[in-house]
């Protein structure tokens, strides 16, 4: 139990387009989910809590409109990455929290602009 | 500002020995601390759980302690695999709503056969 998909596992894109990364609950319902960013060797950096029916709510120093967060259902997120530059190449790990103390990963996407 | 410390040396030993690695702490007083596997080009998986008020923990071969005195965590895998190998992160969480997580950097562990 407990799985967390996300889609793609892996994604090419141009710079200057747009990215849509899923994330899903699988068989659970989570009214918080989480978006991060990590680079090569460093730890996970916290992006966002998404609070499922209300907006998000961004770390210092992202930018909300070039990362756009939706979060329509208890099993759904989804992450924009807009107009999209070389600095945004990361791996992009969702997670969903079904109780307070409780996180569940998903696989990561892998995010590489040309 | 709050900081989570953990062994900034990757960790090597032998297959059947106790790994032990450390998790340190300042500027912060958790509800409760986790820790996490975390392989290459994967994302994070949940291994234990402390609270504030628990000394240790255990399950199977893993072990945590929690010692917030000290604002230090230990987290052991006895009787090591190779299959242990991967990164090992440590993170911390607030009391009341806030899920937050802060994260440590990971330590690196090699089990080698």
């Known amino acids: 139990g407990a799985v967390v998909s996300q889609h793609p596992s892996w994604v090419i894109c141009k710079s200057g387009t747009s990215v849509k990364i899923e994330c899903r609950s699988l068989?659970?319902?989570?009214?918080?989910m989480f978006w991060y960013r990590q680079f090569p060797k460093q730890s996970l950096m916290l992006m966002a809590t998404?609070?499922?029916?209300?907006?998000?709510?961004?770390e210092q120093g992202v930018e909300k409109d070039k990362f756009l967060i939706n979060h329509a259902s208890l099993t759904l997120s989804t992450l924009t990455v807009t107009s999209a530059h070389p600095e945004d190449s990361s791996f992009y790990i969702c997670?969903?929290?079904?109780?307070?103390?409780?996180?569940?990963f998903g696989p990561g996407t892998r995010l590489t602009v040309l | 500002s709050q900081k989570i410390e953990q062994n900034s040396e990757a960790l090597n030993i032998q297959e059947g020995k106790t790994a032990t690695l450390t998790c340190n702490y300042t500027?912060?007083?958790?509800?409760?601390l986790q820790w996490y596997r975390q392989d290459p080009g994967r994302g994070p998986v949940f291994l234990l759980l402390?609270?504030?008020n628990e000394k240790e923990k255990r399950k199977e071969r893993l072990k945590v302690t929690f010692d917030t005195t000290l604002k230090q965590s230990l987290f052991h895998i006895t009787a090591s695999q190779p299959a242990d190998s991967a990164t090992y992160l440590c993170?911390?969480?607030?009391?009341?709503?806030?899920?937050?997580?802060?994260w440590g950097l990971g330590t690196s562990l090699a089990v080698n056969p």
């Open positions: 997670s969903a929290s079904p109780t307070r103390d409780t996180q569940y």
């Open positions: 068989d659970f319902q989570a009214t918080t």
């Open positions: 998404s609070n499922e029916g209300s907006k998000a709510t961004y």
């Open positions: 500027n912060y007083s958790p509800a409760y």
């Open positions: 402390i609270r504030e």
């Open positions: 993170a911390l969480g607030g009391a009341g709503n806030n899920r937050k997580l802060i």
